[in-house]
């Protein structure tokens, strides 16, 4: 964790600011690669997690694009309305849960408004290790879309094709995803019902799991009235704790003061995420793909549940 000063507060759309961030010992930031974020720790106490949407070999800022949202828990109305130019806040080095496979013939990468951030850093990257790639930018329209600007007078502008749903524009996703070249990669990031539209198109086109890469902002919400309550171990002392049906894994074993790093607690950041040797889980987080899901090797007790009777966990 270091200390940066907001050196730039600039407003992109009526509710999308994009801020640009600086150490306030002048050094260099650590170096990051596409697709990467960053933990950001607010005023009011939350973390959140932004994209970097700034070029990788920029090492003297980051840059983060934030959605005003009012359904939000908090943070991005904290960040619109209390932090400004001069103020200060404190980051996590980047990690990447949403990196290019860089093995890929090419490249198709699918913005849905706001997530537009990650893959602007990725079009970037891409455009200067000259790869094959192309990027669509879904938004409402022209006044609702971020960073515009810059992708248009950037490099690989003539590469990115922009659709706007009120002006007739909408993106056909059946004609984009038809026939899948095996060499290519396809990654998505926005809303989480656009992303599970370009995924569950990509499926039903033929597309393997293997090259689907998505970044989720926020888990989906769902009832929590049939939760039942489930035992998790702790491998290393033995001890065994019960999850009452209203409270989620993480909360009881930090109101037991077992260590277990966290940031999101919704179960999209990968932070909490723990080794499981055994019992089955109810996968609720949005972090790990389908196939993760399946292998059953991690568990998010942030979000996540069980199926079984008990899960042993690897602390």
């Known amino acids: 964790m270091f200390e940066v000063e907001v050196t730039a507060k600039v407003k992109e759309t009526d509710d999308i600011h994009l801020f640009r961030l600086a150490r306030t010992d002048n050094a260099p930031l650590p170096a990051f690669s596409a697709g990467a974020h960053i933990d950001v720790h607010l005023p009011n106490g939350l973390v959140r997690q932004y994209s970097l949407c700034n070029p990788p070999h920029d090492h003297h800022c980051y840059e983060i694009g934030v959605l005003n949202d009012p359904d939000s828990r908090g943070g991005s109305v904290t960040l619109h309305k209390s932090v400004n130019v001069g103020d200060r806040l404190t980051i996590s080095e980047p990690r ?64 990115v094709t922009f659709h706007f749903s009120q002006t007739k524009g909408r993106l056909d996703m059946q004609a984009l995803l038809a026939d899948p070249d095996t060499g290519t990669h396809l990654y998505t990031c926005g809303p989480n019902n656009f992303m599970d539209a370009v995924l569950q198109t990509a499926a039903a086109q033929g597309w393997q799991e293997s ?105």
């Open 96 to 159: 990447n849960l949403f990196p290019l496979e860089h093995s890929a013939a090419h490249h198709l990468l699918i913005a849905g408004g706001i997530g537009i951030t990650p893959l602007l850093c990725m079009a970037e990257r891409l455009a200067h290790t000259n790869a094959s790639f192309s990027l669509h930018y879904c938004a409402r329209s022209p006044a609702h879309a971020a960073l515009v600007e810059r992708i248009q007078t950037s490099e690989f502008a003539d590469r």
């Open 211 to 315: 090259q689907l890469h998505r970044e989720y902002f926020a888990a989906a919400s769902g009832s929590t009235e049939a939760d039942s309550a489930f035992e998790i171990q702790i491998a290393s002392s033995g001890e065994v704790i019960q999850i009452p049906a209203d409270k989620s894994a993480l909360e009881v074993m930090l109101d037991l003061d077992i260590d277990i790093p966290f940031a999101c607690e919704e179960g999209v950041c990968g932070s909490c995420s723990t080794r499981l040797l055994s019992g089955e889980p109810d996968h609720r987080d949005v972090y790990m793909s389908p196939e993760e899901h399946a292998k059953n090797e991690e568990f998010a007790p942030c979000c996540s549940r069980a199926k079984s009777a008990r899960l042993v966990l690897d602390i």
